[in-house]
């Protein structure tokens, strides 16, 4: 490996390490934009890293974009419970997402 493809790897090294807690947390500066730029490199990086939470931010982000363009929306009893029963896979007992 030659020392140019290595320095991403370093730089990742010195970056704050992110759990699945943390992406819920900053989950709204991120998708806003907010998030200083070693945190979003954090943050990108975990979702790099972590495919449980890869659904989560895009159904996140999703339903984000449809009450953004949408000013009354009727959401079906179909989808709340999809949404619910989603969202009981991905908590543990305590109502925190499972750390990675």
Same mark, same amino acid.
């Given at each position: ?10 730089? *990742? $090294? +010195? %970056?704050?390490?992110? *759990?699945?807690?943390? &992406?819920? =947390? $900053? @989950? =709204? #500066? !991120? %998708?806003?934009?907010? %998030? ?6 954090? +943050?990108?990086?975990? @979702? ?5 939470? &890869?659904? $989560?931010?895009?159904? !996140?982000?999703?339903?984000?974009? @449809?009450?953004? #363009?949408?000013? #009354?929306? =009727? &959401?079906?009893?179909? &989808?709340?419970?999809?949404?619910? =029963? $989603? @969202?009981?896979?991905? %908590? ?7 750390? *990675?």
């Amino acid at each position: 490996m030659t020392i140019m493809k290595m320095i991403p790897l370093i730089k *990742s $090294f +010195f %970056l704050p390490k992110m *759990s699945c807690q943390d &992406v819920n =947390a $900053f @989950l =709204a #500066d !991120y %998708l806003e934009g907010r %998030l200083e730029p070693q945190m979003h490199k954090a +943050f990108a990086n975990h @979702l790099a890293m972590c495919p449980a939470c &890869v659904p $989560f931010v895009e159904q !996140y982000a999703t339903t984000i974009q @449809l009450i953004r #363009d949408e000013d #009354d929306i =009727a &959401v079906p009893d179909a &989808v709340v419970d999809h949404t619910l =029963a $989603f @969202l009981k896979t991905q %908590l543990n007992g305590n109502g925190q997402r499972p750390t *990675s």
